[in-house]
């Protein structure tokens, strides 16, 4: 399904946040308020709990709506007939534009501001920052997903691109 394996990704993805942690701490865009790496080990545990949240229901409710759709020839990307490198190109930009519709909702909605309010509370923003997500706005975020990725039609491989 992806080029990498998942110990190589998870390799990947900690040696990028060690490097922007580091160039965070070497060229600082300002004066922090707090202790940097409590508040990166906060951050990272805010982070663990909703990672292990969201594994328990993303796979059979995000995956699964995108078999479901699959198998009734559901979503957009499926009833126009293109090569499948545009369909690809055009679920991600769709992807991403959605998603942007489901923060833009994050900020407008009472109900879920107070959820997504937790990630804006970080007072030196940085890169575990991105970590910083509540449970309850992450666990929220799985339905959307789900129509998200039936509506637009997007196969597996590029969900997980």
Do not use: C, Y
């Given at each position: 399904?992806?080029?990498?394996?998942?110990?190589?990704?998870?390799?990947?993805?900690?040696?990028?946040?060690?490097?922007?942690?580091?160039?965070e701490r070497a060229w600082?865009?300002?004066?922090?308020?707090?202790?940097?790496?409590?508040?990166?080990?906060?951050?990272?545990?805010?982070g663990a709990?909703?990672?292990?949240?969201?594994?328990?229901?993303y796979g059979p409710?995000?995956?699964?709506?995108?078999?479901?759709?699959?198998?009734?020839?559901?979503?957009?990307?499926?009833?126009?007939?293109?090569?499948?490198?545009l369909a690809a190109a055009l679920a991600v930009i769709?992807?991403?534009y959605t998603l942007w519709i489901w923060h833009w909702l994050n900020h407008r909605v009472p109900l879920l501001w107070r959820f997504h309010a937790a990630h804006h509370a970080d007072l030196d923003v940085d890169a575990s920052?991105?970590?910083?997500?509540?449970?309850?706005?992450l666990l929220l975020s799985v339905p959307f997903r789900a129509l998200q990725v039936a509506f637009i039609g997007v196969e597996v491989p590029v969900l997980l691109f």
């Open positions: 399904m992806t080029a990498f394996s998942t110990p190589v990704r998870l390799a990947l993805g900690a040696t990028v946040f060690t490097a922007l942690v580091l160039a600082p865009l300002r004066r922090a308020t707090q202790w940097k790496w409590r508040r990166v080990f906060i951050n990272l545990a805010i709990l909703g990672g292990a949240a969201l594994a328990l229901v409710v995000v995956l699964g709506s995108v078999e479901r759709a699959r198998g009734v020839e559901f979503g957009l990307l499926r009833w126009i007939p293109l090569p499948g490198w769709l992807l991403d920052t991105a970590f910083r997500f509540h449970i309850g706005e």
